[in-house]
């Protein structure tokens, strides 16, 4: 019998075991994944600097400090651009090193990794059974896009984009940036370009499904289209769902949670996820630890309260500015205020990268 059982060892789940264990280093936690690690995740890659100082908070400090970190951010469309320096830099670490190195972190604290599929979930009154073989007190669910533990628990994912990435050979245009290129059709639709600082970049494409299924070559196509080059010499191409948040996100009581993709914690706007998943993760970790040291089978109710106050607000405006952006005009309005004010432009990297708000200069300019 584990007081907690992790599924999934990505960034929220790890993030899990460690909010736990920073809490309480005497508890049994079990991380359970269906690959080994390190491995390859289809993903945009960039890290914003509130998840480091999110795992500084648990003791995990200079994970990253061998990468080299990007100042520029540029948004493009059509002829509207912006292109500035961020306030403070992110990452682009590819996930197979991000990842193992959160998993290693996470096992440095005390958790134990097995490579395991899970199927299935059962809760009784004092346990939850997986597979009929696993005990746990309690459990999360960190599974990603296509959470067992979620379909289990009967949850149903909102609004879903889909995107093919990939990495190749940085263009000297696009170098020292993340480079973001809007398209056409309902939004989120972009292409991207990463700069991981090594001479490669993540590039990709994406856009909200609805209606008719893109194909791989229609995501290549609309790549290339926006990001003319970006393509050249790429590989390790790879599609991917992303469950968006929508208006609101409460967690159901008891002592099964979800966390990161498996919560459908995406961010509307601009496909980011790396930050809610450290975020819940560590959050639910916390809420475990403080559930079995009061004797209550319900940690639920707590995470509830914890994420409420740190998203709940952050989640309506992403949800409204994403729905403000499916006009031409406002979307455009947007980019051009960012082009010419810095407090501006800072105000979307927050509201897109992290746990930002919709501030009154930047409503004042999407809605004149």
């Not at 929220?12 to 994944?33: E, I, N």
């Not at 609309?222 to 010499?233: K, V």
């Not at 403080?290 to 106050?309: C, H, I, K, V």
């Amino acid at each position: 019998m584990w007081d907690l059982v992790i599924v999934g060892a990505g960034p929220a789940g790890a993030a899990a075991a460690l909010g736990a264990l920073g809490a309480d280093p005497s508890l049994s936690v079990l991380l359970v994944d269906r690959h080994d690690f390190p491995r390859d995740k289809a993903c945009g890659d960039g890290i914003a600097p509130h998840v480091l100082d999110l795992l500084a908070g648990v003791g995990v400090k200079g994970i990253l400090d061998d990468w080299t970190p990007v100042r520029r951010f540029v948004l493009n469309r059509g002829t509207a651009g912006v292109d500035r320096e961020m306030e403070r830099p992110t990452w682009v670490v590819p996930r197979m090193v991000f990842d193992q190195r959160l998993v290693e972190a996470a096992q440095a604290a005390g958790a134990h990794l097995v490579r395991r599929r899970v199927r299935s979930l059962a809760i009784q009154p004092q346990s939850v059974t997986i597979d009929g073989d696993l005990h746990g007190r309690f459990v999360v669910g960190a599974d990603g896009a296509h959470s067992v533990v979620r379909q289990e628990l009967g949850t149903k994912p909102g609004p879903v984009a889909l995107a093919i990435r990939g990495y190749a050979p940085t263009p000297p245009a696009r170098a020292a940036s993340q480079v973001i290129a809007y398209g056409p059709g309902r939004q989120p639709s972009y292409a991207w370009s990463f700069d991981r600082g090594d001479g490669w970049s993540n590039v990709g494409y994406g856009e909200l499904l609805a209606g008719t299924r893109p194909t791989r070559a229609d995501l290549l196509k609309n790549l290339e289209t926006l990001l003319p080059g970006a393509t050249d010499g790429g590989e390790s191409w790879w599609g991917h769902h992303l469950p968006l948040a929508g208006w609101s996100w409460r967690p159901r009581s008891g002592p099964v949670l979800l966390a990161g993709d498996a919560a459908g914690l995406i961010n509307p706007m601009t496909g980011e996820g790396i930050y809610y998943a450290v975020a819940t993760g560590l959050l639910a970790g916390r809420s475990i630890a403080d559930a079995l040291r009061a004797g209550n089978s319900d940690a639920g109710t707590p995470y509830r309260r914890r994420t409420s106050r740190l998203l709940s607000r952050h989640l309506r405006h992403t949800a409204l500015v994403a729905q403000l952006s499916r006009s031409d005009r406002i979307l455009d309005a947007g980019i051009r205020a960012a082009n010419a004010d810095q407090g501006i432009f800072d105000d979307l990297v927050e509201l897109g990268l992290a746990d930002g708000h919709l501030t009154r200069r930047l409503l004042r300019k999407l809605l004149p």
